[in-house]
């Protein structure tokens, strides 16, 4: 500052001096209400870890009841102290004489002049001048100084290092605590979760809700830590929880010897085991897992079929439906395969191999119902088939044979009775024919096909003959 240049204007100096008084009043006020609600959470917390101390040594389990019922307790005692300490802290009233004293003590450079500033404002037998001129002081004075920092702090300081002397010690135990301290800190303040045990359990397999088919073999795997059990079970319950029997028990073993306070532990069901959805929780030490649950479910399969055969037109036989898989059918038919599932399937294909080749032939889903499925083929020739489902989790059933067997439809014979031997005729010769055309689904057609040097050619012979019989007689005159 430059000698001779004043700080505050003239016509400021009471306004100054008011305000810096003010600020003082204010930051103390402030710093009397925090103290208070400092000791209100250091009182939480010193509740917290005697909670987690004292669950720990007693390797009680306390009731959820009664651990919400202590921590509202707290928190109502502190608040209900920090209502009755804070609010008269921040409405306290103080004397400026006050506020000045403390100036001074914070700045003894000043020696009285604040203090006897504001004694001459309250006092109508000193001169105005020499008030004035006391002001004029006090606020250039006032004014060289942050006079906020004069606001005495060694009450807030003892409680914030008693609270950082709470959460030191409290990190201290954490990290030779013989529990687990987290689940303990969330049951202090009343939340529902397990009890911590001195031997700690991670779910590694199989996944809660897993779903696997009946039959189907289980792998269970879990990561220990904390206190290593001499052993460790897999318990498993049918009955939703209800019971857990001794005799429903797999042993857990070790996957290495290992003197680390972390091991991994693994078993496997066999499939025998595996019949029906189950609750299964891990037992190690003092410690019980939360139960996970694995649905089992029945593998797919082909609880009933049945086929329709259409055999080809000009058999003229009807249509033919027969329960069960396996086919006896004429050349040349259309099959339709219906199946049911036993389970709802994704997908279902027909396998198909016969002498010749092997084809897959996929069978349509009904729209209104997953367990109905059907396929159509023509039959050619003798085949094996089988029908293999996919359930939505990608399980297949365990495909059956099923045999289709294939009768042939014989060409038509014929029985020629005229002419007896080879004949030799001149250009404009007639000749006749006598003779029987047989056939086991009827004749449809007759012509003579001949043979002129390179030339051939073909005579109808249906005029005048019965067609559509299995049988056809001659004779045929003057061809």
Wanted: proline share 6%.
């Amino acid at each position: 500052m430059l000698p001779g240049r004043s700080l505050v204007a003239r016509s400021d100096y009471d306004a100054f001096v008011r305000e810096a008084l003010d600020a003082v009043a204010r930051r103390a006020r402030l710093f009397d209400a925090l103290v208070p609600l400092l000791w209100a959470i250091i009182g939480g917390a010193v509740y917290v870890v005697a909670a987690v101390v004292i669950e720990h040594l007693l390797d009680q389990d306390f009731s959820l009841g009664m651990r919400r019922a202590l921590a509202c307790g707290v928190a109502a005692v502190a608040v209900l102290w920090s209502a009755t300490r804070v609010t008269p802290s921040l409405t306290r009233r103080m004397s400026d004489r006050y506020l000045a004293r403390m100036i001074e003590k914070h700045f003894p450079e000043l020696g009285n002049t604040v203090v006897t500033t504001v004694e001459s404002q309250s006092r109508p037998d000193i001169d105005p001048g020499v008030v004035l001129g006391l002001v004029e002081r006090s606020a250039e004075e006032l004014a060289r100084r942050d006079v906020r920092v004069c606001v005495p702090t060694s009450r807030l300081t003892r409680a914030t290092r008693a609270g950082c002397g709470v959460v030191v010690l409290l990190l201290i135990y954490w990290a030779f605590a013989p529990k687990a301290v987290w689940p303990s800190l969330q049951r202090a303040f009343g939340m529902d979760v397990a009890a911590p045990t001195r031997t700690q359990i991670e779910w590694r397999t199989p996944d809660d809700g897993e779903s696997v088919t009946r039959g189907t073999p289980i792998g269970f795997s879990a990561r220990l830590s904390g206190r290593t059990p001499r052993e460790a079970w897999v318990e498993y319950s049918i009955d939703e929880g209800a019971t857990w029997p001794a005799g429903r028990r797999l042993l857990l073993m070790p996957d290495e010897p290992s003197s680390q306070r972390t091991s991994f532990w693994s078993a496997r069901m066999p499939g025998g085991d595996v019949q029906a959805t189950m609750l299964c929780r891990i037992v190690a030490g003092d410690a019980i897992s939360r139960p996970r649950r694995i649905e089992v479910r029945p593998a797919p399969a082909v609880e009933s079929a049945e086929t329709t055969q259409y055999p080809p037109a000009y058999m003229n036989l009807p249509s033919e439906t027969r329960v069960g898989a396996d086919i006896d059918v004429w050349e040349g038919s259309r099959v339709e395969l219906r199946a049911r599932s036993n389970v709802p399937v994704s997908n279902g294909v027909v396998q198909l191999e016969d002498a010749r080749n092997a084809s897959a032939r996929r069978m349509e889903l009904s729209a209104d119902d997953a367990t109905r499925l059907r396929a159509e083929w023509i039959a050619e020739d003798d085949a094996e088939f089988r029908i293999v489902l996919r359930d939505r989790w990608g399980a297949a059933n365990v495909p059956i044979t099923h045999r289709q067997r294939v009768k042939r439809d014989e060409p038509p014979r014929v029985g020629l009775a005229l002419p007896t031997d080879e004949l030799e005729l001149a250009a404009n010769d007639r000749f006749d024919i006598d003779a029987r055309v047989t056939d086991d689904f009827g004749v449809t057609d007759v012509a003579l096909v001949y043979r002129r040097g390179r030339i051939e050619g073909r005579l109808s012979l249906n005029e005048g003959a019965s067609l559509g019989g299995r049988g056809v007689r001659g004779p045929w005159s003057g061809l």
